[in-house]
């Protein structure tokens, strides 16, 4: 399309008596932000500016034949009725939630394992969410059963307003299939609560004053007992006012059960405590180490930086196992477990009473390895042989037998699910979801890019195996950078798919997918994500860029024909390299995103991650953070890509604040802006598949706007 056109600006009338009487400089890191009102969430306001962008978005794109045509598309495929069922084992049966056209808001429902290797197995309905909405105006999402074990009756069903964290909990029986009247209730708040055993909990709530953190999450844990009231529960611990969390729970084990306090002083270090016989005593570990699960007595952890104790040298990456009694600084033992090297990272680790499951990434692909401890004290270790070249997910596990359900599955091959039990622990295939577009005509290839500094940064490509290197072809580039997050392999339309239905709407229309595995992210361990930390932030922009580059020095796209897209760290990704680099790209999706890092830390969740970004209230750190902040380094007259934003209004971790204001500052400056802000679901930025389509529809339909 033309290029001029796209600075054209698109503003209504309201849009621009909104913004009428603010005129800030580009530089706006030392003056008042002019457009504070639209953090505002629920304003009057600010909601007419939300109206005002999302019906000249929908007048643009909504009207069209290829916005019908995609929607149609992406709501086939997510509510497809060969989708995987993602079962978690409870005692004698498989639970699942699952939404499709007849169940928008989902259902709760079970079944048993044999019914459930049918073609049509039976399911039980436990929770009906639909239902549950009728008469309410509060349009609650479902965010999961937490069951006691191993009787799996007594359960906290977890409910939010509108699909943000903040949760309703309320207590519900398994066998009468309703809530107890008179059972476990805690009102919405970002609560942490958990089974200690049939009659009390773990809870850390909003209690009041001072019992929240600078982050919004309980700074307060407390025991509470069945038929007291709240406020009589015992305080157990109490953190830091400017620590993240804090939490407490139950491991269960025949070895004896263990009772463990968490605070988290960051996103990133974390003080464990052991509660034992009514008193604390905190781990002697490093406080960036993780604990990944309870094996027969012993606790196993991840570390995060390399670790000398005992004479004994571990290397960051790895995960140990070790007597808790050693581990309160007594008498005990500390052996590794699983040892990373420079091209594999340990990915997860899940633990039955039978062995340890440890899921790992070479490259970027997965593999399974199972752990089971010998006679004579060591470990016998077995390959679990699934296809080469994806990404595994280990679903669920029976903790008594060891037997599990475990997700495979490839940008070009539908999820399978495989059902995985002993003693010979070879995969059995038991479901697989149809194909939402036809594979055989694509072509998966992982290239590596070079970035600023020298290092190798991976990135798969997924294309037609007749795709001329031209520089002529749409292509889309996925990613994420931070929080040690991975992006690996993952099916177009799939039920944990990070990226959308990309294979209709894209790749059968002629597109490119791509997805970088930038560092700030887990890929490759540790060491890959500090190596974007702090006042390393930029090397993840440097990284996305040398991708971006590479791809156009490949010939297999050029500026005007590539398009950007990320969400939440990956909507301050692409806003920053949009405000970087704008000449590199067509075309940019901007999803749930932080853009005002001025600021990031006084909304909502954001102080949680100040160990990932930095405090820009420390004037040295401002003086990093302000070279790459999206809404400060927004200019006048510099021809940007065309920019859609996504967010939500009930989003309660990442403020819609961010992508309003950053809207409003782009329309000020004349250019076009693209904003859909759906009025729930949370985070997720969807409560429903029609939402979710919707959302889908509208990206791909700016994206071939701009780029074709």
């Known amino acids: 399309m033309n290029r001029h056109w796209i600075l054209l600006p698109l503003v209504t009338s309201l849009n621009m008596a909104a913004l009428a009487d603010h005129h800030p400089s580009a530089d706006t890191s030392s003056m008042d932000d002019p457009y504070l009102w639209l953090e505002d969430v629920d304003s009057d306001r600010s909601l007419d500016f939300v109206k005002g962008l999302n019906n000249d978005t929908a007048q643009q794109l909504k009207k069209s034949r290829l916005y019908k045509s995609l929607h149609e598309d992406a709501l086939s495929v997510l509510d497809s009725d060969s989708r995987i069922p993602q079962v978690n084992y409870q005692g004698s049966y498989l639970y699942n939630y699952w939404r499709d056209q007849s169940n928008p808001r989902g259902v709760y429902r079970r079944t048993t394992t044999d019914e459930f290797r049918k073609a049509e197995p039976d399911w039980e309905t436990i929770l009906d969410m639909d239902a549950f909405n009728e008469g309410t105006d509060k349009n609650w999402v479902f965010k999961g059963m937490s069951c006691l074990s191993p009787d799996y009756v007594k359960c906290l069903a977890q409910m939010s307003p509108g699909g943000g964290d903040a949760i309703e909990i309320r207590e519900f029986d398994m066998n009468s299939k309703s809530f107890i009247e008179d059972g476990f209730t805690l009102p919405v708040a970002k609560t942490q609560a958990s089974w200690r055993d049939e009659n009390s909990l773990y809870v850390g709530t909003d209690f009041g004053e001072d019992s929240l953190t600078t982050s919004g999450y309980p700074r307060i844990v407390k025991l509470w007992q069945r038929g007291t009231d709240l406020s009589e529960a015992t305080t157990l611990h109490e953190g830091d006012t400017k620590s993240v969390s804090v939490s407490a729970f139950r491991m269960r084990d025949d070895a004896g059960d263990i009772d463990l306090i968490y605070e988290g002083t960051s996103f990133w270090t974390t003080d464990i405590y052991q509660w034992l016989d009514g008193k604390m005593h905190k781990l002697q570990i490093p406080d960036s180490a993780s604990m990944s699960g309870y094996f027969q007595g012993r606790l196993l952890m991840s570390l995060k930086q390399d670790w000398s104790v005992d004479g004994s040298d571990y290397p960051a990456g790895a995960v140990l196992i070790a007597d808790p009694s050693r581990l309160r600084g007594e008498s005990g033992k500390i052996e590794m477990l699983v040892k990373p090297d420079e091209r594999t990272v340990i990915e997860s680790v899940t633990t039955s009473k039978q062995g340890i499951l440890v899921t790992l990434l070479k490259d970027v692909v997965g593999e399974l390895k199972r752990y089971e401890p010998d006679d004579d004290g060591g470990w016998i270790i077995r390959d679990i042989p699934f296809p080469a070249n994806g990404a595994i997910n280990v679903i669920s596990i029976d903790e008594e037998t060891g037997n599990f359900f475990a997700n495979y599955q490839s940008f070009i091959t539908p999820p399978t699910l495989y059902q995985v039990n002993g003693p010979d622990w070879r995969p059995v295939s038991v479901k697989n979801q149809a194909e939402s577009f036809d594979a055989d005509q694509y072509t998966v290839r992982q290239y590596f890019a070079i970035s600023e500094d020298g290092t190798k940064v991976p990135y798969f490509v997924v294309m037609n195996k007749d795709t001329e290197f031209n520089g002529s072809n749409p292509t889309h580039i996925f990613s ?212 979710l389509a919707t959302r889908l529809a509208l990206s791909y339909a700016h994206l071939w706007k701009h780029l074709k």
């Not at 970088?516 to 890929?523: D, L, P, Q, T, V």
């Not at 830390?601 to 401002?622: R, T």
């Open 480 to 691: 994420y950078g931070g929080f040690r997050n991975s992006l690996t392999p993952s099916y177009s339309g799939s039920y944990e798919n990070l990226y959308g239905a990309y294979g209709k709407l894209w790749l059968d229309r002629g597109g490119v997918f791509v997805s970088a595995s930038i560092r700030g992210g887990g890929e490759y361990g540790p060491a890959w994500h500090q190596a974007a930390l702090l006042k390393n932030k930029h090397k993840s922009y440097e990284d996305f860029e040398a991708v971006a580059m590479d791809l156009i020095e490949r010939r297999i796209t050029s500026p005007k024909h590539l398009g950007i897209e990320g969400r939440s760290n990956g909507g301050l990704l692409v806003g920053a390299t949009m405000t970087r680099r704008p000449d590199l790209y067509g075309a940019v999706i901007c999803g749930v995103p932080l853009l005002d890092m001025k600021r990031y830390h006084k909304l909502l969740a954001g102080a949680s991650w100040m160990a990932e970004f930095g405090n820009p209230d420390d004037a040295d750190m401002w003086d990093y953070i302000k070279t790459y902040s999206p809404y400060q380094n927004l200019k006048p007259d510099t021809e940007y890509p065309a920019t859609f934003f996504y967010t939500s209004t009930r989003d309660d971790r990442v403020h819609p604040g961010h992508a309003r204001k950053m809207a409003a500052r782009m329309q000020e400056y004349g250019y076009p802006v693209w904003y859909y802000e759906n009025l729930e679901g949370g985070h997720g930025g969807s409560s429903t598949n029609e939402q």
